[in-house]
C-alpha cells in the first residue's frame, strides 16, 4: 500500500495516556537510541567516514569505542555513495580491531552494505532526493529489516537542485521522517560548508535530528603529528538527552601501532593548552613535570599522572598555536625558583 493510500488516524488523549509505551532501547549507548536521528558534519579526509564504520561494527556487533557501548547486536544497514569496494573492504578489515570487545561474528552477520561501486554499472542507485523514488526505497530499506540505517554521504547520496533551499532539503527531510515512523534509527554522513564550521546547506536538515556532531580538523596538529591517522576536534552541536562524560566536545584521535587502529578521546586540545598556560603564568611551578601534575586530572590523557612525552608536546602546542613563547615559560620557571610553595624536591628537573 502507498503512502499517499494510507489513511491517517487521530488519538484520543485518553488512549494515549493509557497505551504502555516501553522504553526505546539504545543502539549505541549513551547517545543513540532505536527511531532517532543524527547528523555527522566534516571537510574531505578529517576522519568521518572512519567514525561512522566504528559506529556501524559497534551497533552490529556488540562493540565500544570513546566510552560508547551497543548494549548487543543489531541489524545495520550502510549506504555508501562513493568508497570503492577494496577501500570499504580494507577500513572494515583495520576498524574491527579498533572497536573494543567487538563480536567480529555478530558483526558479519548483522552488517549489510549497498555500496554504488558494488553495483553494475547500468543498475539504477537510489536517489534519496528523488521523491518519485521513496516508495520504492522505502520498500528496499524495510526489506532489510535494518535498526540503524547509515546514509554516506548525503551528497552523494541525494540530488538537490540547491542545498542551501530550505524547500530541496524538506525532499530529504520528509524520507528521514519516514525512516523515524517505521522505526528505523538513522545517522547521516555530510559534508561541511566552504569555511569548514558548519555542516553544508540550509538549516531545514537540522530539523529531523536528535543529535549532530561536528568533526573539525585541528591544524595544528597536523603540522606536528605527522602520522597520517585520523585526528579531529568532536563537537556536539545538538544532543537533546542527560549527557555524560562520553557526551563532551573533546579531540579524537585514531592512532596506529603494531597491534592495529585504536580510537582515543582526549579533553578538547585548546582547553588543556589554555589550562597549561594560566598555570605557567602563576610562577608557581618551576618544570614542566610540576605543571602536568598541577593541571586538573579530568584533562589528563588517561588515569595516571601524564607523561614528559605527553607534556612536551602540550609546550609545543601551545607555543605553535601562539599561546606563550619559550622565552615567557623560562621566566616563569626561573621566577619559581623563590616561590616557596613548590618543594625543591617534588619533580625532577625537566627540559622544556
Known sequence: MTAAATKLE??????????????????????LREQESAL???APGVGKTMLTLSIALAVAGDGSFLGWSAPRPRRVLLIDGEMPKDDLQGRLRSLAGAVEGLNLEAARANLSLLARHAQHPDAPFPDFGDPQQHDGIMAMI?????DLLILDNLSTLATLGDENAASHT????????????????????????????HYRGSSMLATTFEVILGLTRDKTNDVLDETGC?????????????????VVDRSVRLEESPEGLSWIGLAQTDEVLHALVGLVRRGQFRTQREVGHALPPRLWPNDTAPSAGWLSRQFRLAKAKGLITDAEVKAYFEAADDNPAVDPDSAANDDI
Not at 485518553?14 to 549513551?30: A, I, N, S, V, Y
Not at 524495510?142 to 535494518?146: D, F, N
Not at 585520523?230 to 562520553?246: H, I
Request: aromatic residues 6%; glycine residues 6%; proline residues 8%.
Open 10 to 31: 487521530t488519538l484520543a488523549l485518553g488512549c494515549l495516556l493509557d497505551t504502555p509505551m516501553p522504553p526505546r532501547e539504545q543502539l549505541l549507548t549513551p547517545w
Open 170 to 197: 524538506q525532499v530529504v527531510v520528509k524520507l528521514l521522517a519516514r525512516l523515524k515512523q517505521a522505526g528505523i534509527a538513522v545517522v547521516v554522513v555530510h559534508h561541511s560548508g566552504k569555511n569548514g564550521a
Open 230 to 246: 585520523a585526528r579531529f576536534d568532536l563537537r556536539w552541536d545538538k544532543y537533546r538527552n542527560r549527557r555524560d562524560p562520553s
Open 40 to 42: 555527522i558534519w566534516a
Open 142 to 146: 524495510r526489506a532489510e529489516k535494518p
